[in-house]
């Protein structure tokens, strides 16, 4: 049987086979990794992106064979620990995936890899704390806890505590909190007096969905965008009682608890649907969970699909909405020269740079466009063991934003921003619909 060498084809992503039994069996999982690693080991074009592969190919050329059989399957686990299941491999570069017939999807094998190692109960105390969103948050965004967290998170000494006790890095930069959850003082849906004026793609009715970040940590991202949604006469509300996308968890390996989140959230925004509401996240990676993990993890249900279909990303709604004229293009101020970050959980949507075309509707406005990895990846850039690793990653789009020499700079995922921040000689991140709220003058 002749063989294609790659493949020019759109990928396929085939459904996570993850209530399987043999999905869990280690044995079976090594097997896939050995075949799926020496792949990887022939072809190398993904060595550029997250650290996985410099630390495969690193392995394979220094064993006794220069093969794939010449490493330790004890230490794949290596390979495993530095994945950001961003898919950007599987997406954007690798020219084996379905429908190629070697079918390799590396992070949907990285995915089974942390849930076999999460199964067996080798995950570490600390990643099941850091990654259970919703009640760690909840307890920090109350008043007097959330001024010492933040005051814990400025004292040098308390840092180096933290990375003895806690395995978290003195210098990671930490989001602050809030004393009391944004979630808590909005209001169901904001009074609007405009028309409603649906498109092909779009209601002309958004339901917010908050997130973890932005109810905890960054409320003014939110108000920035219900700002510009009202500002072009959309329809706005918040779905109260959501839980975390479960982001966190798909990372960890917890499938079963990344079920129980979907299962909380779904009906809260069936809901919405019903009541003829598209939804919007402001954080890519939430809007990613339901676009395109949980569809791939329940490919049967058909509430996700329903949920999958009316989800947008903030740019991308808004550019669809562009498309049928309905966007105000009477800006009040230029943005100047932008550095944009486009995060990998965005790019991997498939949906184009709606935020930098949505930007350059801004009259006096130059963009430069990064798209490269910002080291941050959720935990990965505040642990002990990767902080360094993911501050190596993001030199290169610090490097980039300080040749650009920007007015302002920014990405749609705000955790990128602030990592990218960090490795600034000064400057702040925004998100790009802070850009867009400044430039309307509201």
């Known amino acids: 049987m002749k063989v294609k060498e790659g493949s020019l084809e759109a990928p396929k992503r085939e459904p996570l086979d993850w209530k399987n039994p043999d999905f869990y069996d280690k044995d079976s999982t090594e097997r896939e990794m050995e075949r799926v690693f020496d792949v990887c080991h022939t072809c190398r074009r993904c060595v550029s992106l997250c650290d996985s592969f410099p630390t495969l190919f690193d ?112 210098d990671a930069p930490l989001p602050k909190f809030l004393p009391k959850a944004l979630s808590k003082a909005l209001p169901g849906e904001i009074a609007s007096d405009a028309l409603v004026k649906p498109t092909d793609r779009t209601t002309g009715k958004v339901a917010i969905y908050v997130t973890c970040y932005g109810d905890h940590n960054e409320p003014q991202m939110v108000e920035d965008l219900v700002s510009v949604l009202n500002h072009n006469e959309i329809l706005v509300k918040f779905i ?33 649907i019903e009541d003829g509401y598209d939804i919007i996240a402001p954080i890519p990676s939430c809007v990613l969970m339901y676009k395109q993990q949980l569809p791939l993890m329940f490919p049967e249900e058909a509430d996700v699909a329903r949920v999958q ?74 642990k002990a063991e990767t902080y360094e690793k993911a501050k190596k990653i993001a030199r290169p789009v610090v490097r980039r934003l300080e040749e650009a020499s920007p007015d302002s700079f920014g990405s749609d995922c705000p955790m990128a921003g602030r990592m990218i921040a960090d490795g600034m000689h000064s400057g702040k991140a925004e998100h790009p619909i802070t850009m867009v709220r400044r430039a309307y003058g509201i």
Not at 245 to 272: Q, R, S, W, Y
């Open 59 to 170: 392995l394979i050329d220094e064993s006794e064979t220069f093969e794939v059989d010449g490493v330790d399957k004890a230490d794949f686990g290596k390979v495993v620990d530095q994945c950001f299941l961003c898919d950007l491999c599987a997406e954007t570069k690798c020219p084996y995936v379905p429908p190629h017939e070697w079918a390799i999807d590396f992070p949907h094998l990285m995915l089974r890899a942390k849930a076999q190692k999460f199964s067996a109960k080798g995950t570490k105390w600390r990643d099941r704390i850091i990654t259970s969103t919703d009640p760690i948050f909840d307890a920090l965004s109350k008043p007097g806890i959330a001024h010492i967290a933040n005051a814990a998170a400025e004292s040098k000494t308390m840092r180096k505590v933290g990375e003895k006790l806690f395995g978290l890095h003195k």
């Open 240 to 272: 109260k009682d959501a839980r975390c996308c479960g982001m966190p968890k798909l990372e960890l390996g917890d499938l079963k608890k990344v079920e129980k989140m979907k299962d909380a959230n779904l009906p809260l925004f069936i809901d919405a």
């Open 309 to 382: 279909r009316a989800f947008f990303d903030p740019f991308e709604y808004l550019m669809l909405r562009q498309k049928s004229n309905l966007i105000d293009q009477n800006f009040q101020q230029a943005l100047g020269k932008v550095a944009y970050h486009v995060a990998c959980h965005q790019r991997v949507q498939n949906f184009g740079m709606k935020t930098r075309e949505f930007l350059e509707l801004v009259p006096g406005t130059e963009i430069t466009a990064i798209e490269r990895c910002s080291g941050h990846d959720g935990t990965y850039a505040i």
